[in-house]
């Protein structure tokens, strides 16, 4: 009878092998579809920061474009105070000329001059706000531009990770 049983435990072996190789490559599969879903869930994490930044940058270069207005309407609204407060002084110089209700002309002419001058202030005054806060824009712009890039060269490192994985699998299906 022992030689019966040295045949039987032989061939139990050798069907127990395949089945462990067959779980052996299940469990590797597995880990690589798990491996395959934590990329993908990384991808997608890249894409929906790449979104945001884009997202930011419109609407920091929106607000830009918004202070670039304003800035270049100060100063058209600047040089027309100019020259309303040189045709003051025009009309200052004419007035003094006059004899006649000179003082009278005179007081208002330097009343609309003041007036003129708290606005040229006032406006230079936007001018310097809306040139800084433009100027404060910058290093964002300048560190959004930066961190694009980064995310370009990270998005295309995962790429290349991806089709490295997609790859394997090929290999794995052939």
């Known amino acids: 009878m022992e030689p019966m049983w040295g045949l039987e435990e032989p061939v139990e072996t050798q069907n127990e092998e395949p ?7 299940t469990s590797a599969f597995a880990v690589s579809v798990d491996d395959f879903a934590a990329l993908e869930e990384r991808v997608r994490r890249a894409v929906d920061v ?32 100019e020259a309303r407060a040189e045709n003051a002084e025009a009309r200052q110089a004419e007035l003094a000329a006059r004899a006649s209700n000179a003082e009278k002309q005179q007081a208002e002419l330097e009343e ?32 959004l531009k930066l961190d694009v890039g980064a995310l370009n ?9 991806v089709e490295r994985l997609l790859s394997q699998l090929d290999a794995l299906e052939l």
């Open 153 to 161: 060269a990270e998005r295309e490192q995962v790429k290349q990770r």
């Open 112 to 143: 609309r001059a003041a007036k003129a001058e708290e606005r040229q202030s006032d406006l230079e005054a936007r001018a310097t706000l809306a040139e800084a806060q433009l100027k404060s824009q910058s290093p964002v712009m300048e560190q």
């Open 50 to 81: 790449v979104k945001r930044e884009r997202e930011a940058r419109t609407a920091i270069e929106a607000r830009a474009a918004e202070l670039e207005a304003r800035a270049a309407h100060a100063e058209k609204r600047h040089a027309e105070l």
């Open 19 to 25: 089945k462990q190789a067959v779980q052996d490559e």
